[in-house]
Nanobody, 114 residues
Framework: QVQVAESGGGLVQAGGSLRLSCAASGSFYSIVMAWYRQPPGKQRELVASIDRGDSTDYLDSVKGRFTISRDNAKNIVYLQMSSLKPEDTAVYYC?????????WGQGTQVTVSS
């Protein structure tokens, strides 16, 4: 059984930094690991993704501020977030994409105060 668990969220002031972690366990072959977020009252959006070749992609509004990386040996993906803005406030979810489906974690809350 594949399990995905996020950690590292919290409350931070604007301009601050946080690092989110996503640990995956079980038997799987991940194509892409990604971070999504869902701001209050809005739809979930893709924030950053990284594939097995370490190619990355970012939401335009986070480019230059967020960095996604992965530790393949530990099946962990990180999201380093810097220069945080109030509009980054959301529940952040990790998605592990395989050929069959995407596995989701429970999410971690990130709140940026102005």
């Amino acid at each position: 059984q594949v399990q995905v668990a996020e950690s590292g969220g919290g409350l931070v002031q604007a301009g601050g930094s946080l690092r989110l972690s996503c640990a995956a366990s079980g038997s799987f072959y991940s194509i892409v690991m990604a971070w999504y977020r869902q701001p209050p009252g809005k739809q979930r959006e893709l924030v950053a993704s990284i594939d097995r070749g370490d190619s990355t992609d970012y939401l335009d509004s986070v480019k230059g501020r967020f960095t996604i990386s992965r530790d393949n040996a530990k099946n962990i993906v990180y999201l380093q977030m810097s220069s945080l803005k109030p509009e980054d406030t959301a529940v952040y979810y990790c998605g592990l994409r395989t050929f069959q489906r995407t596995y989701w974690g429970q999410g971690t809350q990130v709140t940026v105060s102005s």
